[in-house]
């Protein structure tokens, strides 16, 4: 059966680092667009990143461009999401999701598959 399950998130501190993982099984992710979203309580959800099955492109939101680096392993089948000089506004609960057929779409539900998320919170 289709499983993305994201891992990695935690407590850091401004300025740090936190590495994400997209674990997938019962999909190739090579075959998928993957895209990196992101929700705030009381905000609205953000796309943050998106990796191309082809690996010819990748994209990244303004506010985590320069700090942020999308990646795939497809030995492991799995997506990562490095976060760097992490700030107080990162804070939130980070999902992964893949789509068949539309890369970086901006519309939640064009994507088939989700992941459970992964809280993480930059605090001092």
């Known amino acids: 059966q289709v499983q993305l399950v994201e891992s990695g998130g935690g407590l850091v501190q401004p300025g740090g680092s936190l590495r994400l993982s997209c674990a997938a099984s019962?999909?190739?992710?090579?075959?998928?667009?993957i895209t990196w979203f992101r929700r705030a309580p009381g905000k609205e959800r953000e796309k943050v990143s998106c990796f191309r099955s082809s690996g010819t492109t990748t994209y990244y939101a303004d506010s985590v461009k320069g700090r942020f680096t999308i990646s795939r392993d497809n030995a492991n089948n799995t997506v990562y999401l490095q976060m760097d000089s992490l700030k107080g506004e990162d804070t939130a609960v980070y999902f992964c999701a893949a789509s068949k057929w539309n890369y970086c779409e901006d519309n939640a539900q064009q994507y088939r598959y989700w992941g459970q998320g992964t809280q993480v919170t930059v605090s001092s």
């Open positions: 019962g999909l190739i992710l090579e075959t998928y667009h």
